[in-house]
Each structure stands twice: as C-alpha cells, then as structure tokens.
C-alpha cells in the first residue's frame, strides 16, 4: 500500500498488493432489495434499534415495502418494538421473514430461539455467520429500503457486516455526550475505509421539550453534532428529542403507532 493511500481502489492507479476483494454477499433468487441501509452506533443504548424501527416504520407508511436485518446478535430488540413473538417459519429454499401489522419484513435471531430471553452467548464468527445468513438464506421477496440494525461499536462483528452485505450506505446514530465527537468519527472512517457512504447522522435525546412551556432542555448538554457534521462534510439527518411517548411504545411493542413525521423527513431526504 503506497504513502497517502486513500483505501478507494476505484480511483487509483496503483496495483497495490493490498487492493481489496469485493467480498459482499449475493442475493438469493427469492429476494430483490433495492436499498440496504446500515444503522450504526458507536456504543450501545443510544436509541439505534428505536430508530432503525422507526425508519422503516416510516418507510413503509410512506408507502415503501421495508425490511429490518437484526443484526444486533447479542442484543436483539427489532421484535420486540414490533411485538412479534411467533417463530420464523421455512421452507427448502429459506426462511420467511415475519410480517409487522403493518407488512414491515423482519429477520432477527430472537425468530429462531425457542426462549426469547435466552442469552446469545456466541462468538464473534458464529455471529457474523448468522447475520451473513440472513442477508443470503431469508426470502425477502421485493423490499424498497432495508434497514440494517447494525452491531454496536466498531470491532470484528461490524467489520465483517461492513464487508459483507452489500449496503448502500450507513445512517450514524448518536447521543449528546462527551465521546460523541470520537464515536461519531470512529464509525465514519470505519464506513470510509469499506467505500460506504455515509448518509447522515441522526442525533437521538437531543434535548427535551417541556410540555407545559415548549421550551427546549438539552438534558445531555450542549450539541455538538453540527460541529462534527461540518468538518466530516455530511449531513445531520434529524435531532430527535427525548420522547417518554415513543419509548413507552417501543418497551410495549407498539412502535408502529407512534409518530413517524420526522423519519418520513428521513426517508425523503434518502429519496433526494
Ligand atoms: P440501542 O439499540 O442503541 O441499544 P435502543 O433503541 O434499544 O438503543 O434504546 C435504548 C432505550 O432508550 C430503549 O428503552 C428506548 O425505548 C429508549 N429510547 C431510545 N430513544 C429514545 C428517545 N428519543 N426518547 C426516550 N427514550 C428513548
């Protein structure tokens, strides 16, 4: 690898020994996804799973067909938030996704557990393979937008989903806290260096409004997402205020009930 590599073999001239191997996964026959989008987090409990839901909540009320890809392996909750606890049913040729009330396909490994609440204690191999299989052995039939409930952090299990499915892009899910700057950029170079795009940033609990006077408390201290957003030169998708309304639906598996204006916003800005 020559001094001042770039890692965008498209663009480069040199036959470097390191040029990478495009080791993303095919489609089966059974599925045709047209987008496959990434949700990612540098950490966990900054609200990646609640997003990823809503986004394809918001997709499919826009009048998409969406699909969620749990990967979060060891911490699952995309069934949940949709309350679905029935098992994923197959057939010889795949697995079949199981349909949300509102027709949102979701894979998870919380489909294939006989206990819901039995712990996935595997390692990170086992883990990477499981997701690989979704991405190839689920019939996900035609789905406009994919949302990837990525693995949180930035270590073996993301890399090798990052290689793996074929995704068009990374949405970058934040809170307003003091690593936020070091987070933020630690999975913007991890994107940069597999030639994915970076979408936006959603920044989550952004502030709280109060119900009574509508003044606006950034209960985690001051943003610094606009900052960060500038200098990595994407865009700030949404600030998403702490919504005690959202979580209560989400913990009771109701989220397609609540609001999804601004992740339609989301998908429209995607859209552009
Ligand atoms: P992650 O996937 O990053 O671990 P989750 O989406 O599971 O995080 O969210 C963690 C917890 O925070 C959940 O109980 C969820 O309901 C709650 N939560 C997420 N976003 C918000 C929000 N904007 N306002 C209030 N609670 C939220």
Redesign the pocket.
Known sequence: MSEGCTHDCSTCSQKCSEEKKDLRLPQNEYSNVKKVIGVV?GK????????TSMLAVAAQVKGFQAAVLDA?VT?P?IPKAFGIHDRAEGSEQGLFPSDTKLGVRIMSVNLLLDQEDAPVVWRGPVISGVINQFWQEVMWGDVDYMFV?MP?GTGDVPLTVFQGLPLDGIII?TTPQDLVTLIVKKAYNMAKLMNIPVLGIVE??SYFECPDCHKKHEIFGESKIDEIAKELEVPVLAK?????K??SL??KGAVELADTKIFEGIIDALEK
Request: hydrophobic letters at 30%; proline letters at 12%.
């Open positions: 987090s966990g409990g900054v609200g990646k799973s609640t997003v979060d911490g909750s409930d949180p899910v989550n609990m998403l205020p702490i919504d005690p959202t979580a989400v913990d």
